[in-house]
Structures are given as structure tokens and as C-alpha cells.
């Protein structure tokens, strides 16, 4: 009786990986998000100025996704 693997180790680890990076990413906004008032001080802005900050940070993402996922498919297989 053969078993039939709906998916393969390395394909379950890369999706770990990859959850865990939105976990690491929502946690890093979170921090900020809580800590506003005082970075605004501490870079002599506002909150707005914070908050694209905070949103800079998500649209970088995005794009270095575009970049590294071309890269990875290139030098990965």
C-alpha cells in the first residue's frame, strides 16, 4: 500500500518560512505603530510623517518581493 504525499517536505517549510515572515513583519508594525509619539519626537515630525514611515516600509516590501522573487528563480534552480 503506497502513501501518496499531498505535499513535500520542502514545499512545507517554505510556506512556514514565508508565514513566519508576515508574523516578524505584522510585529515590526505593530512596535511602531504603538511607539508614534515618540519616534515622531525623536525624527522631529509628526505622526503623519511616522505613519509613512510605516507604510513605506510595507510598499518596500512589495517591491523587494518582485526583485528577490526574479532572483531566487534564477540562482535557485
Given at each position: 500500500m503506497s502513501q501518496n504525499k499531498?505535499?513535500?517536505?520542502?514545499?512545507?517549510?517554505?510556506v512556514l518560512c514565508i508565514y513566519f515572515s508576515y508574523f516578524l513583519h505584522g510585529i515590526s508594525v505593530i512596535t511602531l505603530?504603538?511607539?508614534?509619539?515618540?519616534l515622531a519626537e525623536?525624527?522631529?515630525?509628526?505622526n503623519a510623517g511616522i505613519a509613512y514611515l510605516i507604510s513605506g516600509i510595507g510598499l518596500g516590501r512589495l517591491i523587494s518581493i518582485l526583485f528577490f522573487g526574479v532572483i531566487s528563480d534564477k540562482f535557485g534552480r
Open positions: 499531498a505535499f513535500s517536505t520542502p514545499f512545507i517549510l517554505a505603530a504603538q511607539n508614534m509619539t515618540s525623536k525624527f522631529s515630525t509628526d
